[in-house]
């Protein structure tokens, strides 16, 4: 990880965020003084921050790909996703009661990343009321994500975890999406076996409820699919 200077580019970027989308033009020029931000460059595989480290920065990734990694108790490594910039993460648990980060999260090619110290977040925020409006509004958005993966770990079924998470994915027009996940991934973020999984996606497309290429895949049958989860 080595430190660079922030370039007008960059500087651009950050307001493309949802964290910071319509900051007026009096905070543009100033953002990244007022939070105190630093810029840094990371390679492939480079570990961003470990779970169960405590939250002190807000992390925005300004170019690259992180990957969010959780390891069970078991020691099993599930992804999560892939956060792909420019987004921040983890923000949710800047100012969560002990902020511990729940995840591992990693480069996937080289990235650049932009951190703030958590008092500096808090004291632009506090100032700033259109930016605790974005921040709640980032903050509801990553529980949906975690009521998501509760709804799907509730199934009792192979197939019907997997079909949530069928119905939970957006498609593009023709009715396809591509998932973040290999099939090994997906059984572990599925909290399954990798051939039972195997096993009920070969079914399933042999039953016609699916077409499958690669990670990709497209719902045949949505509304049978939508009856057999109830």
């Not at 497309?205 to 109830?230: D, N, P, T």
Request: glycine content about 4%; charged content about 25%.
């Amino acid at each position: 990880m080595n430190e660079i200077s922030l370039t007008e580019s960059l500087q651009q970027t950050l307001f493309w965020i949802p964290l910071f989308e319509g900051a007026p033009e009096s905070l543009r020029a100033s953002l990244t003084e007022r939070l105190e931000a630093r810029l840094y460059t990371l390679e492939k595989n480079e570990i961003v921050a470990h779970q169960g480290t405590v939250c002190r920065v807000l992390y925005v990734l300004l170019e690259g790909r992180v990957r969010t990694d959780l390891v069970d108790e078991w020691g099993n490594r599930v992804m999560i996703e892939t956060i792909v910039a420019p987004r921040s993460f983890a923000t949710p648990h800047l100012f969560s009661r002990d902020q511990t980060l729940p995840a591992t999260f990693t480069t996937t090619m080289s990235s650049t990343l932009l951190m703030a110290p958590r008092e500096s977040v808090f004291r632009l925020i506090s100032e700033e009321p259109y930016l605790l409006k974005n921040f709640l509004h980032v903050s509801g958005n990553c529980n949906h994500c975690t009521s998501v993966r509760l709804r799907i770990l509730t199934q009792r079924t192979v197939r019907n975890r997997f079909v949530a998470y069928l119905l939970d994915r957006p498609t593009s027009p023709d009715g396809w999406f591509t998932a973040e996940h290999n099939t090994s991934q997906l059984a572990h973020y599925l909290c399954v076996t990798r051939p039972a999984l195997s096993k009920e996606i070969s079914k399933m497309v042999r039953e016609g409820l699916i077409a499958v290429e690669g990670r990709r895949y497209r719902l045949l049958a949505e509304q049978q699919l939508r009856q057999e989860m109830g």
